[in-house]
Antibody, heavy 122, light 104 residues
């Protein structure tokens, strides 16, 4: 059974950094695109970025609005994905979801983690 | 950059049909996700018209021109949720619609 479990969320001050983790199980991790999607309190879904699969050399891509503050790291041996976030702002406050792409680019997301809450506040 | 427009809300009576539109100049497939309060989203339609396994057949999808539509026929109380469309913007980024709150 496929599972995605996020961790690492919490309270951080503006300008701070935080690293989120996504532990995957139940499937061949390297075969899938894995993305991060976030949702601010009471707001809609926003795509954050992705790590493509091994066939696409694990290339990473990000939402332009993040302006280079976020980095996605992938550990295939441990079936884990990380979201390193720098210079956090109050508008980054959100639940962050780790999601699995079904099969290639824009094929849809078939599994979502439960999410981890990041709160940026002084 | 691509924007996907959805109506903020749709209200229908049980047993009736709800149609949720997603308008935007995307050249890519559109997917739909259902999200209930306090839960992670769940896919209800892939690639405009492909229903995932386990999703009731009262959910259907269509696309014409720049508008994709999610139709929920014979709507049930359990279908009350927020619905988001999602597509690609170019070759490397994704966009979500603003979401539609469906009230039954």
């Amino acid at each position: 059974e496929v599972h995605l479990v996020e961790s690492g969320g919490g309270l951080v001050q503006p300008g701070g950094s935080l690293r989120l983790s996504c532990a995957a199980s139940g499937f061949t991790f390297s075969d899938h695109y894995i993305d991060w999607v976030r949702q601010a309190p009471g707001k809609g879904l926003e795509w954050v970025g992705r790590s493509r699969n091994i066939a696409n050399t694990f290339r990473t891509e990000y939402a332009a609005s993040l302006k280079g503050r976020f980095t996605i790291l992938r550990d295939d041996s441990g079936s884990s994905l990380y979201l390193q976030m720098y210079n956090l702002q109050t508008e980054d406050t959100a639940v962050y979801y780790c999601v699995r792409g079904r099969n290639g680019f824009n094929s849809g997301f078939d599994y979502w983690g439960q999410g981890t809450l990041v709160t940026v506040s002084s | 950059s691509l924007e996907l427009a959805q109506p903020p809300s749709v209200s229908v009576s049980p047993g009736q049909t709800a149609k949720i539109t997603c308008s935007g100049d995307t050249k890519h497939f559109v997917h739909w996700y259902q999200q209930k309060p306090g839960q992670a989203p769940v896919a209800v339609m892939y690639k405009d018209t492909e229903r995932p396994s386990g999703i009731p057949d009262r959910f259907s999808g269509s696309s014409s021109g720049t508008t994709a539509t999610l139709t929920i026929s014979n709507i049930q109380a359990e279908d009350e949720a927020n619905y988001y469309c999602q597509s690609a913007d170019g070759s490397d980024s994704y966009v979500f619609g603003s979401g539609t709150e469906v009230t039954v």
